[in-house]
Nanobody
């Protein structure tokens, strides 16, 4: 069992930056692939980024490439999402997710067994 807790959301102006953190409980965190998803009001949950359990491979939705960076620190049981050059369309609740079985199709939300409660990111002037 893994419990995930996101933090770091907030209100930021367009062009600004935020770093989201997802702290995981449990000794098996380091064997989990981790992903970030987001859901804006009235829209379906959308894949944002994912990272393999070693951190050796990362994946991004096209709309955030070159702006967002996913990383992990297995010693701290934490995964991060650094978000730069934020746009109003990035406004959403951001969720982290984890699963130890995923080896491909990291963008499919239904493959993840564990989810955090979400953190709100609002990009507005």
């Amino acid at each position: 069992q893994v419990q995930l807790v996101e933090s770091g959301g907030g209100l930021v102006q367009p062009g600004g930056s935020l770093r989201l953190s997802c702290a995981a409980s449990g000794r098996t965190f380091r064997s989990y692939a981790m992903g970030w998803f987001r859901q804006a009001p009235g829209k379906e949950r959308e894949f944002v980024a994912a990272i393999t359990w070693t951190g050796g491979r990362t994946f991004y939705v096209d709309s955030v490439k070159a702006r967002f960076t996913i990383s992990r620190d297995n010693a701290k049981n934490t995964v991060y999402l650094q978000m730069n050059s934020l746009k109003p369309e990035d406004t959403a609740v951001y969720y982290c997710a984890g699963d130890r079985k995923i080896t491909s199709n990291f963008e499919i939300a239904n493959l993840y067994d564990y989810w955090g409660q979400g953190t709100q990111v609002t990009v507005s002037s």
